[in-house]
C-alpha cells in the first residue's frame, strides 16, 4: 500500500531540513522514537542504524538516497524487536515500510515549509503508522 502525507508549518525549510539531516534530532519531533543510533553523525546514502521506539520497539534502516540539496531523502526501515524481544523473520518482512521525505518552501507568507512523506508498505502498518507519522510531521515543522 502506498500512502501520501503532506505538512505545512511555520518553520523555515533549512532548519526542518537540519531536523531530518541530524538523527540526533529525531526524537525532539518524532515522539515515537525514543532515541537513534546512526552509522554517521549526518544523514547520507548509506547510513544505517537503529531507531528506538518506547515499549522495546526497535527498527533497522538504511538510507537508500539523501540530497541535501534538494532536501529529499529515502530509506527503509524493518522492525527486529518489539516488546525487548526479537521478531521472528515473517513479523519483520510484514514490518518493513519504505519512506520518501521531502521539504520545500511553504508559499507561506511567513515562509514555512511543507513537508511531505510517502509511505509503502503492507497495508495494516500504513493504516496504523501514518497517524503517528502525520503526528511527527506536525511537529517537525513547527517553529520551535
Given at each position: 500500500?502506498?500512502?501520501?502525507?503532506?505538512?505545512?508549518?511555520?518553520a523555515p525549510p533549512p532548519l526542518v531540513w537540519e531536523r531530518y539531516a541530524d538523527p540526533s534530532l529525531w526524537p525532539?519531533?518524532?515522539?515515537?522514537?525514543?532515541?537513534?543510533?546512526?552509522?554517521?553523525?549526518?544523514?547520507?546514502?548509506?547510513?544505517?542504524?537503529?531507531?528506538?521506539?518506547?515499549?522495546?520497539?526497535?527498527?533497522?534502516?538504511?538510507?537508500?538516497?539523501?540530497?541535501?540539496?534538494?532536501?529529499?531523502?529515502?530509506?527503509?526501515?524493518?522492525?527486529?524487536?518489539?516488546?525487548?524481544?526479537?521478531?521472528?523473520?515473517?513479523?519483520?518482512?510484514?514490518?518493513?515500510?519504505?519512506?520518501?521525505?521531502?521539504?520545500?518552501?511553504?508559499?507561506?507568507?511567513?515562509?514555512?515549509?511543507?513537508?511531505?512523506?510517502?509511505?509503502?508498505?503492507?497495508?495494516?502498518?500504513?493504516?496504523?503508522?501514518?497517524?503517528?507519522?502525520?503526528?511527527?510531521?506536525?511537529?517537525?515543522?513547527?517553529?520551535?
Amino acid at each position: 500500500m502506498r500512502r501520501e502525507l503532506a505538512v505545512t508549518g511555520a518553520a523555515p525549510p533549512p532548519l526542518v531540513w537540519e531536523r531530518y539531516a541530524d538523527p540526533s534530532l529525531w526524537p525532539t519531533w518524532s515522539p515515537q522514537i525514543a532515541s537513534v543510533s546512526p552509522s554517521t553523525p549526518r544523514l547520507r546514502t548509506g547510513t544505517a542504524g537503529v531507531v528506538r521506539g518506547h515499549g522495546g520497539l526497535r527498527l533497522s534502516f538504511t538510507a537508500e538516497d539523501v540530497d541535501d540539496r534538494a532536501r529529499r531523502w529515502t530509506w527503509r526501515v524493518q522492525p527486529t524487536h518489539a516488546l525487548g524481544l526479537p521478531l521472528p523473520g515473517a513479523l519483520r518482512r510484514l514490518g518493513r515500510l519504505r519512506l520518501e521525505h521531502g521539504v520545500s518552501l511553504s508559499g507561506r507568507v511567513d515562509g514555512g515549509s511543507t513537508t511531505t512523506l510517502v509511505l509503502e508498505g503492507w497495508a495494516p502498518v500504513v493504516v496504523a503508522y501514518a497517524p503517528l507519522a502525520a503526528l511527527a510531521l506536525r511537529r517537525l515543522v513547527a517553529r520551535p
